[in-house]
């Protein structure tokens, strides 16, 4: 089993539309939670890191359900922009500063 | 946040050849820098933990002899695949750690490899 497991899509998803991605992690020693978003053939670039009472960031929303492993990304208002993919990224709750990330979903949002 | 830079950001090589990968931190200084590699399709996978002044740490099946890491300075760390073969073609990505107490890591625009 991954540890980390996301759908991988693609998503196609029309502007302005509501989206959310859903991602689960084996290890439920992890302790920080983070969705990282990366565009086609560049490096991933952090989008919000996830706490267990929920945060919210403008358009996006992220949760974490601890007893479930179980994280989410919800993505309002979709923009022709918000096209990439979207990692799911833990850490192995040993004290390092491991990242452990999964595939990632793809998300095309169309005009 | 910091920036990190690397060089070179393409290369193709033929197989057998050796290559060596420049992650550099340009307004920080990393005592630990990560590297990643990614396969098409695929998550990125930590590689090893490079730290200033000491050996690296690799990761479980990464072979250290044949992807060797250099972290000399506070500002670069380098990564040198020998004699690469095609099955090494990938991106390769470095991060540098930032805000220990968020996990947080910044990543270089990371080095797509091609061995033919």
């Known amino acids: 089993r991954k540890e980390v497991e996301q759908d991988p899509g693609p998503f196609n998803v029309p502007e302005g539309a509501t989206v959310a991605f859903n991602c689960t992690y084996s290890?439920?020693?992890?302790?920080?939670f983070f969705w990282y978003r990366q565009d086609c053939r560049k490096e991933p670039k952090l989008l919000m890191s996830v706490y267990s009472s929920g945060n919210e960031d403008g358009r996006f929303t992220a949760q974490l359900n601890r007893a479930s492993q179980y994280i989410s990304l919800l993505i309002r208002d979709s923009k022709l922009s918000d096209s990439a993919t979207y990692l799911c990224v833990v850490t192995p709750g040993d004290s390092s500063y491991k990242l452990i990330f999964g595939s990632g979903t793809r998300l095309l949002v169309r005009p | 946040g910091a920036v990190v830079s690397q060089h070179p950001s393409w290369v193709i090589c033929k197989s057998g050849t050796s290559v060596k990968i420049e992650c550099r931190s340009l307004?920080?200084?990393?005592?630990?820098m990560f590297w990643y590699r990614q396969f098409p399709k695929q998550s990125l996978m930590l590689m090893a933990t490079s730290n200033e002044g000491s050996k690296a740490t690799y990761e479980q099946g990464v072979e250290k002899d044949k992807f060797l890491i250099n972290h000399a300075s506070l500002t670069l760390s380098t990564l040198t695949v020998t004699s690469a073969h095609p099955e090494d073609s990938s991106f390769y990505i470095c991060?540098?750690?930032?805000?220990?107490?968020?996990?947080?890591?910044?990543f270089g625009p990371g080095t797509r490899l091609t061995v033919l």
């Open positions: 307004d920080f200084q990393a005592t630990t």
């Open positions: 290890n439920s020693a992890s302790q920080s």
């Open positions: 991060s540098e750690a930032g805000d220990v107490s968020y996990n947080e890591q910044f």
